[in-house]
């Protein structure tokens, strides 16, 4: 019974970070689950800073910009996925805080 729970609260946050991107990939997919979000600076080729967004899952990287004026639910324009084969979680010390004041997950992407 936990894990039907557990697969349908997937299922509704899948759903909920597909409406957040313009345009929509097709994010739900049988058997993909969400792993983890969060933002990452790139520098860009005039030495300033571009705010990306991701989102992992156990089968690809989907990456997006914040939008500047966001349109309906939207809020990240979609950049591009990247299929992976595998992404594992791996174990750590618990209650772990990193310098930024997030908990660290190591992560395994193939």
Not at 4 to 9: K, L, R, S
């Amino acid at each position: 019974m936990n894990q039907g729970i557990t697969d349908t609260e997937n299922s509704v946050k899948v759903l909920e970070i597909q409406r957040l991107l313009c345009p929509q990939p097709e994010l739900f997919k049988t058997g993909r689950k969400f792993v983890r979000s969060g933002t990452l600076k790139k520098r860009t080729h005039d030495g300033f800073f571009e705010e990306l967004m991701f989102f992992l899952f156990s089968d690809c990287l989907v990456y997006c910009k914040p939008m500047k004026l966001a349109v309906k639910t939207a809020k990240y324009h979609f950049r591009r996925m990247v299929h992976v084969a595998k992404v594992s979680i791996l174990q750590s010390g618990a209650n772990e805080i990193d310098e930024f004041g997030d908990s660290p997950v190591p992560l395994r992407v193939e």
